[in-house]
């Protein structure tokens, strides 16, 4: 049944590349990235695409696993925990949403996914994380990472993140974007200003993409540190993770260093502990 899409996947992501490669090698944040977000009344949409120095063959079996997606998800500082067990055949994994400082699994939101995993094919990848019911009638969320290798042993990746909205999910952004959200700003350069700086989005594409970005750069941490000793894996993916974010200080830094890898640390206990619970 899979036959007519096979190519298909590929050829659409090999065709965004080279659409793309002009503004992945020249951007204001002299890394190869793109990032593209979308608003439309009830939907909202971001996506991030980017090459990882890493060859497809070491990042297609780094997807393939629901157990992997709790070791990439969880580095974003707004998800605490995330568990995974079997259900008739199918995975499911369970973020747990939380503010960014330390919360108790037990007091986040949670949301359960199905998770999908297409690796039939030798040039593509794809892992799709999908869920009906969220916070405040928000719905339809779908997580998304495809990868395809390029050449010199590099690998090109998009990730996409989506949801609907209902009117009290408008509502509470609205409120946060009025509030604790007013200065923040994206990644997308809508203008410059007198001086020629980039003036960057805000608003509610401004939080989907730094949304994307803290999920993307958590796939990367997560590649960038498969190698190293498993003793030390998990701080070493940590602080990647923090340093990644802090090349984009102005979008994305919420808190100090030590902060966000004490919460994280005191977090994993946790996630091992309802992880254990589950089996």
Same mark, same amino acid.
């Given at each position: 049944?899979?036959?007519?899409?096979?190519?298909?996947? $590929?050829?659409?992501?090999? /065709?965004?590349?080279? %659409?793309?490669?002009?503004?992945?090698?020249?951007? =204001?944040?002299?890394? @190869?990235?793109?990032?593209?977000?979308?608003?439309?009344?009830?939907?909202?949409?971001?996506?991030?695409?980017?090459?990882?120095?890493?060859?497809?063959?070491?990042?297609?079996?780094?997807?393939?696993?629901?157990?992997?997606?709790?070791?990439?998800?969880?580095?974003?500082?707004?998800?605490?925990?995330?568990?995974?067990?079997?259900?008739?055949?199918?995975?499911?994994?369970?973020?747990?949403?939380?503010?960014?400082?330390?919360?108790?699994?037990?007091?986040?939101?949670?949301?359960? $996914?199905?998770?999908?995993? /297409?690796?039939?094919? %030798?040039?593509?990848?794809?892992?799709?994380?999908? =869920?009906?019911?969220? @916070?405040?009638?928000?719905?339809?969320?779908?997580?998304?990472?495809?990868?395809?290798?390029?050449?010199?042993?590099?690998?090109?990746?998009?990730?996409?993140?989506?949801?609907?909205?209902?009117?009290?999910?408008?509502?509470?952004?609205?409120?946060?974007?009025?509030?604790?959200?007013?200065?923040?700003?994206?990644?997308?350069?809508?203008?410059?200003?007198?001086?020629?700086?980039?003036?960057?989005?805000?608003?509610?594409?401004?939080?989907?993409?730094?949304?994307?970005?803290?999920? $993307?750069?958590?796939?990367?941490?997560?590649?960038?540190?498969?190698?190293?000793?498993?003793?030390?894996?998990?701080?070493?993916?940590?602080?990647?993770?923090?340093?990644?974010?802090?090349?984009?200080?102005?979008?994305?830094?919420?808190?100090?260093?030590?902060?966000?890898?004490?919460?994280?640390?005191?977090?994993?206990?946790?996630?091992?502990?309802?992880?254990?619970?589950?089996?």
């Amino acid at each position: 049944s899979h036959s007519p899409s096979v190519t298909a996947d $590929y050829n659409l992501l090999a /065709d965004k590349h080279l %659409e793309i490669k002009k503004q992945l090698n020249e951007n =204001t944040y002299g890394v @190869p990235i793109f990032i593209e977000s979308t608003i439309e009344e009830q939907s909202q949409r971001g996506d991030v695409y980017g090459i990882i120095h890493h060859p497809f063959n070491m990042v297609k079996p780094a997807f393939s696993h629901a157990k992997d997606w709790c070791d990439i998800a969880p580095l974003h500082l707004n998800i605490k925990a995330c568990t995974y067990q079997k259900l008739n055949g199918d995975y499911q994994l369970t973020l747990y949403s939380g503010r960014k400082f330390f919360e108790e699994p037990e007091d986040t939101y949670q949301l359960v $996914y199905r998770y999908h995993l /297409d690796n039939t094919q %030798e040039n593509y990848i794809n892992a799709t994380l999908s =869920t009906q019911k969220g @916070p405040l009638g928000t719905s339809g969320y779908n997580i998304s990472a495809e990868a395809i290798p390029l050449n010199n042993n590099k690998t090109f990746i998009h990730f996409s993140y989506s949801y609907k909205q209902g009117f009290w999910a408008r509502f509470a952004m609205e409120t946060y974007l009025a509030t604790i959200g007013r200065n923040k700003v994206g990644f997308t350069v809508i203008d410059n200003d007198i001086n020629g700086d980039p003036v960057y989005i805000d608003g509610m594409r401004g939080v989907i993409e730094r949304n994307a970005m803290r999920y $993307y750069f958590a796939i990367q941490a997560y590649l960038d540190t498969r190698s190293l000793d498993p003793e030390k894996i998990f701080i070493a993916r940590l602080n990647h993770w923090f340093d990644l974010t802090e090349q984009h200080h102005k979008q994305l830094y919420e808190m100090e260093k030590k902060d966000y890898l004490d919460y994280k640390q005191r977090e994993r206990v946790e996630q091992n502990r309802i992880q254990q619970e589950l089996k």
